[in-house]
């Protein structure tokens, strides 16, 4: 199995900033491919924030263009989200997935816990 960690949650005023942290781990080798941020309101569908692939590439959802910004340590397998000018419309749990392509029989998405950020006006 593979363990998703999420850190770095917490409460904030509007327009400050929090930076999350996400660390996978497993017993034995394995290879990621994406690993990305979502976030779950109260009554909402959980929605993508932003996800990174192992080259580096990102994608990011409208609502956080400019505000936010992912990052990854591949040698950590780890995936950070720098969130700044938080807004109130922002707060949610934030949950980290880490999609993991190899090896074969651990082959899937792997989801953390979750982490509350809420932001307060």
């Known amino acids: 199995q593979v363990q998703v960690v999420e850190s770095g949650g917490g409460l904030v005023q509007a327009g400050g900033s929090l930076r999350l942290s996400c660390a996978a781990s497993?017993?034995?080798?394995?290879?990621?491919?994406?690993m990305g941020w979502y976030r779950q309101a109260p009554g909402k569908q959980r929605e993508l924030v932003a996800d990174?692939?192992?080259?580096?590439?990102?994608n990011y959802a409208d609502s956080v263009k400019g505000r936010f910004t992912i990052s990854r340590d591949n040698a950590k397998n780890t995936v950070y989200l720098q969130m700044n000018d938080l807004k109130p419309e922002d707060t949610a749990v934030y949950y980290c997935?880490?999609?993991?392509?190899?090896?074969?029989?651990?082959?899937?998405?792997?989801w953390g816990q979750g982490t509350q950020v809420t932001v307060s006006s």
């Open positions: 997935n880490a999609f993991v392509s190899m090896p074969i029989m651990k082959r899937g998405g792997y």
């Open positions: 497993s017993g034995s080798i394995f290879s990621i491919n994406v």
């Open positions: 990174i692939t192992s080259d580096g590439s990102t």
